[in-house]
Antibody, heavy 121, light 107 residues
């Protein structure tokens, strides 16, 4: 069974840091683009970042560029999101999502259960 | 950035109804338009990718159409489990923006 399990969320003060992890199983992790998508509770979805299979190509939403860093460890089947200089507006449920593998289009075919990040003093 | 305009933002319908949700993009995205369903407290689920391709396991009452900048999700006969929120997303260029969502409620 294809599965993604996120961890690392929690309460952090403004200006603080947090690292999210997403462990993949049931598929060849090293063959897929991976994404982070977030959702403020009760609001819509926002794409955050995407990383190529070998980590060689990375893109970010403008709202997190320069503060967040996506990375992956294919040997550990794990995706990461290092979040620095956190702001109240970063409060959200963070999902990791696997690409479908359709052309080069970002299509999130498999999602984790999400991990809640709360930025508050 | 490509702007997404999804409509309506909410919709009330009955079991058995046919419903359509629209998504318009600010520039052409070829066919790289995808649709997701989300029920409360759950992660989104991919329904349709590349405008009209049904994801594996998704019932055939869901269909997608469109091209260029105008796209549509159609549910041919609503079932109780279809009452959820729906989002379109463009996978053409970064940032890969989502529509604002459509909440589908029981009438």
């Amino acid at each position: 069974e294809v599965q993604l399990v996120e961890s690392g969320g929690g309460l952090v003060q403004p200006g603080g840091s947090l690292r999210l992890s997403c462990v993949a199983s049931g598929f060849t992790f090293s063959s897929y683009w991976m994404n982070w998508v977030r959702q403020v509770p009760g609001k819509g979805l926002e794409w955050v970042s995407r990383i190529y299979i070998d980590g060689g190509r990375i893109t970010y939403a403008d709202s997190v560029k320069g503060r967040f860093t996506i990375s992956r460890d294919n040997a550990k089947n794990t995706l990461y999101l290092q979040m620095n200089s956190l702001r109240a507006e970063d409060t959200a449920v963070y999902y990791c999502a696997r690409d479908l593998g359709y052309c080069n289009s970002a299509v999130c075919s498999t999602w984790g259960q999400g991990t809640l990040v709360t930025v508050s003093s | 950035d490509i702007q997404m305009t999804q409509s309506p933002s909410s919709l009330s319908a009955s079991v058995g109804d046919r419903v359509t949700i629209s998504c318009r993009t600010s520039q052409s995205i070829d066919n790289y338009l995808h649709w997701y369903q989300q029920t409360p407290g759950k992660a989104p689920k991919l329904l349709i990718y590349a405008t009209s391709n049904l994801q594996s396991g998704v019932p055939s009452r869901f269909s997608g159409s469109g091209s260029g900048t105008d796209f549509t999700l159609t549910i041919s006969s609503l079932q109780p489990e279809d009452f959820a929120s729906y989002y379109c997303q463009q996978g053409y260029s970064t940032p890969f923006t989502f529509g604002q969502g459509t909440r589908l409620d029981i009438k």
